[in-house]
């Protein structure tokens, strides 16, 4: 099944990893891992559903003091202060480093840790405006994602981007940084957008706005373009991803840093997870951060795994980003353990 944007997607028909295949028929959940597997789904009955409801007893989550990260406070000290060399020698001016926090579920049933149910869980205490869920458990794609960025956007020819840049508890924590850290990615996404689009047609309609969210605040782009003629989804998944905002700039500078720096996948995790309605040349991918999944590659011990990160500058502070990825996994991470957020 998939559920994104209040519609329930069930009955299942094929699983491809060929992207041509959302330019075909039919209405598809996409799940596309930061390392590049790709996973569209097709499926029969598509029809409204409203958010799915909370049922506790089908989620049983790690423990809170369970979770282990891929790096620890000292390590990503250090990867922040070895972006900063980089930046130092001319060689990037951002980039995003990330880590992944993983605990196992205390009971190995899948009756027991449904992602759904976590999706139902994330809903009530942390709405979002691209939430979904897919779960094709035979696929190894089980993935509850609440998150508040969009990767892209598509109307018949008219494609957008969304990039957020800055975070903070409150409006006033925003800095001069976090607005350069913005126009930054703006100008990548521009770029990344203008290889499948035609050429005049991108335009920026939105700079910096501040979007509130659940215990933070985001800066928010918008980044628009027409597509070209011949290009469809193989040529825009082509140009665009990974997304921008998750990377840094320039981007193939920034994922080769990323790659020496980071010491776990990043799996869905910055990758992208929404839906394709190929009927109506109609999409809306989500950025997947915000996200958690499940591996049950051994399944007597499966295990949820969530990413959070920040973007490094050179007037990045490493404490600071820090806790700006502390501050970013705190409320999910309690909602996925089973805490109470108010």
């Known amino acids: 099944m998939a559920r994104f944007g209040g519609r329930l997607a069930t009955g299942l028909c094929e699983v491809t990893d060929d992207p041509a295949a959302l330019e075909t028929d039919g209405w598809w959940?996409?799940?596309?891992?930061?390392?590049?597997?790709?996973s569209c789904a097709r499926f029969?009955?598509?029809?409204?559903?409203?958010?799915?409801?909370?049922?506790?007893?089908?989620?049983?989550?790690?423990?809170?003091?369970s979770w282990h990260s891929s790096l620890d406070r000292a390590g990503y000290l250090a990867g922040v202060r070895r972006i900063r060399e980089h930046i130092a020698a001319g060689e990037v001016y951002q980039a995003n480093l990330c880590r992944v926090l993983t605990a196992p579920l205390p009971d190995p049933d899948p009756a027991h840790s449904d992602i759904e149910a976590l999706a139902g869980l994330l809903a009530l205490g942390n709405p979002a405006p691209f939430a979904g869920t897919i779960r094709l458990p035979e696929h190894g794609v089980e993935i509850a994602t609440a998150s508040p960025e969009l990767y892209l956007r598509r109307d018949g020819r008219t494609v957008a981007s969304g990039?957020?840049?800055?975070?903070?508890?409150?409006?006033?924590?925003?800095?001069?940084?976090?607005?350069?850290?913005?126009?930054?990615?703006?100008?990548?996404?521009?770029?990344?957008?203008?290889r499948a689009c035609a050429t005049g047609s991108i335009t920026v309609p939105d700079l910096c706005v501040?979007?509130?969210?659940?215990?933070?605040v985001h800066l928010v782009s918008?980044?628009?373009?027409?597509?070209?003629?011949?290009?469809?989804?193989?040529?825009?998944?082509?140009?665009?991803?990974?997304?921008?905002?998750?990377?840094?700039?320039?981007?193939?500078?920034?994922?080769?840093?990323i790659d020496a720096l980071e010491t776990a996948p990043r799996g869905p995790y910055c990758g992208?997870?929404?839906?394709v309605d190929a009927d109506r040349r109609r999409a809306e991918l989500a950025v997947g951060i915000r996200t958690f999944w499940i591996d049950r590659s051994n399944p007597e011990t499966p295990r949820l795994h969530f990413g959070t990160g920040a973007g490094i500058t050179w007037g990045s502070e490493p404490e600071r980003e820090?806790?700006?990825?502390?501050l970013k996994a705190a409320r999910l991470v309690a909602i996925a353990s089973g805490e109470h957020v108010h």
């Open 163 to 194: 990039p957020i840049k800055g975070t903070g508890r409150t409006e006033h924590d925003l800095l001069e940084k976090d607005h350069a850290e913005n126009v930054m990615i703006v100008d990548l996404v521009r770029n990344d957008l203008g």
């Open 272 to 275: 992208a997870v929404g839906w």
């Open 44 to 65: 029969a009955e598509v029809h409204p559903d409203p958010a799915p409801t909370p049922v506790h007893q089908l989620w049983r989550g790690p423990r809170p003091d």
């Open 210 to 216: 501040v979007e509130k969210h659940p215990g933070l």
């Open 222 to 257: 918008t980044v628009e373009g027409t597509l070209r003629e011949g290009a469809g989804w193989p040529e825009l998944l082509s140009a665009t991803f990974p997304p921008g905002s998750v990377t840094g700039a320039p981007k193939s500078s920034a994922l080769r840093i």
């Open 29 to 38: 959940a996409v799940a596309y891992d930061f390392e590049g597997r790709l």
């Open 322 to 326: 820090w806790d700006e990825t502390e």
